[in-house]
């Protein structure tokens, strides 16, 4: 995966092919922004698609951040709603996702909440796992879900 530009004020998603030596242009990325400052990491691995957080720019959801999957095998973009819209100014977001789990942590400056979903990429199988009330001395990041569906922390 490679880079994000913009052409005529409009997002392009590109991938590098190794096999033909070339970019090539992902169809329909022109509807997502890169939304860097809401998520710790670039991309997540899960269920042989990288994920990110976006701003929607579409016409088929209310405009606002969701996550979009890059499958690797199709080479195409979809996209998963969050479990509810929210102001990506008052939520710090970070995509977590193993052990046949895939989920968000929502962080305001008091708690952090993690929503999981049981049937990936189906919007109405949103569950809040836990909320967790920040300790006072540290930030915690979720890193990973386990397969017996604890939650690492760093």
Not at 71 to 83: G, N
Request: proline share 5%; charged share 15%; aromatic share 14%.
């Amino acid at each position: 995966m490679g880079s994000v530009g913009t052409l005529k004020g409009k997002p392009e998603w590109k991938f590098f092919s190794v096999r033909s030596n070339s970019w090539k242009e992902i169809e329909g990325g022109d509807c997502f922004t890169p939304n860097i400052a809401t998520g710790h990491q670039l991309g997540l691995l899960y269920n042989e698609a990288i994920h990110w957080l976006v701003v929607y720019n579409g016409s088929d959801y209310p405009q606002g951040i969701v996550i979009v999957a890059f499958d690797i095998a199709t080479k195409t973009l979809s996209v998963i709603p969050l479990p509810y819209l929210l102001d990506p100014n008052e939520w710090e977001l970070s995509l977590v996702g193993e052990g046949g789990f895939f989920g968000i942590c929502m962080m305001d400056h008091i708690w952090q909440h993690i929503w999981v979903m049981k049937e990936y990429k189906v919007q109405s199988s949103w569950i809040l796992k836990m909320d967790i009330l920040y300790p006072s001395d540290n930030t915690m990041i979720p890193l990973c879900f386990t397969q017996s569906g604890d939650v690492v922390w760093m």
